[in-house]
T-cell receptor
Framework: NAGVTQTPKFRILKIGQSMTLQCTQD?????MYWYRQDPGMGLKLIYY???????DKGEVPNGYNVSRSTTEDFPLRLELAAPSQTSVYFC???????????????FGQGTRLTVV | AQKVTQAQTEISVVEKEDVTLDCVYE???????LFWYKQPPSGELVFLIR??????QNEISGRYSWNFQKSTSSFNFTITASQVVDSAVYFCALSEAYQGGKLIFGQGTELSVKP
């Protein structure tokens, strides 16, 4: 199994450009997430989805958009890139466990994005 | 509000020493889940353990052990006889029930194990 696959691994954007970070998982997980990790910090949730067609904002959603048209794919769109969006982005997936809590989350390898 | 605090930003030990990484959490829910993840220098996130709020049994897995105490809202992680390969950033995280499995992460503890 490939698990969670993110592309690209690295990207440099100029201020004002747009891009889409791709994420796909082959574990049939219903939950998917996008986190960002700034240097020396923990991960912060950008957006998440509990199933195809359902998305919701996390802690830091400004400047980003998502869609979830299939169970497998959860792309993250950056519009009008800004230096504050320089970060490492992680996509993750899990499935709903007993008691309504998520189970172990599987993470992609990360995308290192620099906005200059 | 939910919050996870890892007060130790960096810890440095010599190989074979025991080391404990602290994690304190805040939540109003009675049903929640606690996690530890490891992030080695290569950058990926590796799952270590998941514990639900109704299970306060300590857990041991090889050189790793976890101490969950609801009375102090803590979920500490101990590595016994540390090795250089344990060098990594360790994250504690909290997930509340019926919240889509969202993880609230602490800021991480960078562990450096020197030979």
């Amino acid at each position: 199994n490939a698990g969670v696959t993110q592309t690209p691994k690295f990207r440099i954007l100029k201020i004002g450009q747009s891009m889409t970070l791709q994420c796909t998982q082959d574990m049939n997980h219903n939950y998917m997430y996008w986190y960002r990790q700034d240097p020396g910090m923990g991960l912060k949730l950008i957006y998440y989805s509990v199933g195809a067609g359902i998305t919701d904002k996390g802690e830091v959603p400004n400047g980003y958009n998502v869609s979830r048209s299939t169970t497998e794919d959860f792309p993250l769109r950056l519009e009008l890139a800004a230096p504050s969006q320089t970060s490492v982005y992680f996509c993750a997936s899990s499935y709903s466990g007993q008691g309504g809590g998520g189970t172990e989350a599987f993470f992609g390898q990360g995308t290192r994005l620099t906005v200059v | 509000a939910q919050k996870v605090t890892q007060a130790q930003t960096e810890i440095s030990v010599v190989e074979k020493e025991d080391v404990t990484l602290d994690c304190v959490y805040e939540t109003r829910d009675t049903t929640y889940y606690l996690f530890w993840y490891k992030q080695p220098p290569s950058g990926e996130l590796v799952f270590l353990i998941r514990r639900n709020s109704f299970d306060e049994q300590n857990e041991i897995s090889g050189r790793y052990s976890w101490n969950f105490q609801k009375s102090t809202s803590s979920f500490n992680f101990t590595i016994t006889a540390s090795q250089v390969v344990d060098s990594a950033v360790y994250f504690c995280a909290l997930s509340e029930a019926y919240q889509g499995g969202k993880l609230i992460f602490g800021q991480g503890t960078e562990l450096s194990v020197k030979p």
